[in-house]
């Protein structure tokens, strides 16, 4: 079953690639769609928990503890698009890796809090010291900057291939 998802999807994604063999690589074709398609459904889930599911009204936690609905609404969307990346990444982008897939998972999880804060902070920089710019040109920015540092991180770091070191009997 397993292998016959990922031929389908890997399929779809090639399909459209086609037309872009000579100026994108595979690899990172497949990076954008997955990434793209993540991020789709991450909006689409925040979307409809925020309006939806909270009706835009804080979270009552306990007692008189209660999160903004924005916080919660990207939580949710948070809680299915990690995975659903981490997956189609392991899977679609980046199969040859041969690290164990909790290792794989654990520096998923690491990149992604590290881009999250990267993003923060990139944000408050960038309104601090590019006032002038309209914020979503600013955002815009930043979005390329990190997905550009995040398929690096992952080639490099969460999905690397590792070299096998074989037995020398000589």
Same mark, same amino acid.
């Given at each position: 079953m397993h292998d016959r998802v990922r031929h389908i999807i890997v399929g =779809? &994604?090639?399909?459209?690639?086609?037309?872009? +063999?000579? @100026?994108i690589p595979t690899q *990172?074709?497949?990076y954008l769609a997955c990434g793209g398609i993540n991020t789709v459904l991450n909006i689409v &889930?925040?979307?409809?928990?925020y309006n939806h599911l909270f009706h835009r009204h804080p979270v009552h936690i306990y007692g008189g503890l209660s999160i903004a609905a924005?916080?919660?609404?990207?939580? !949710?969307?948070?809680?299915?698009?990690?995975?659903?990346? =981490?997956?189609?990444?392991?899977h679609v982008v980046f199969p040859e890796s041969n690290l164990h897939g909790?290792?794989?998972?654990?520096?998923?999880?690491? +990149?992604t809090a590290t881009f999250i804060l990267l993003t923060y902070l990139?944000?408050?920089?960038?309104?601090?010291?590019?006032?002038? !710019?309209?914020? +979503?040109v600013r955002y815009t920015a930043i979005? !390329? &900057? +990190?997905? @550009?540092?995040?398929? &690096?991180?992952?080639?490099?770091? *969460?999905?690397?291939?590792?070299e096998e070191k074989g037995l020398n009997l000589d």
């Open positions: =779809f &994604i090639d399909f459209f690639h086609r037309p872009f +063999t000579r @100026v *990172t074709f497949r &889930i925040d979307s409809l928990a924005e916080v919660a609404a990207w939580l !949710i969307a948070f809680s299915i698009s990690f995975p659903a990346g =981490f997956v189609l990444s392991r909790r290792i794989q998972l654990f520096r998923y999880a690491l +990149t990139l944000i408050k920089a960038f309104s601090y010291c590019l006032p002038m !710019i309209n914020q +979503t979005c !390329i &900057i +990190t997905a @550009v540092l995040s398929y &690096i991180s992952q080639r490099r770091f *969460t999905f690397k291939t590792v």
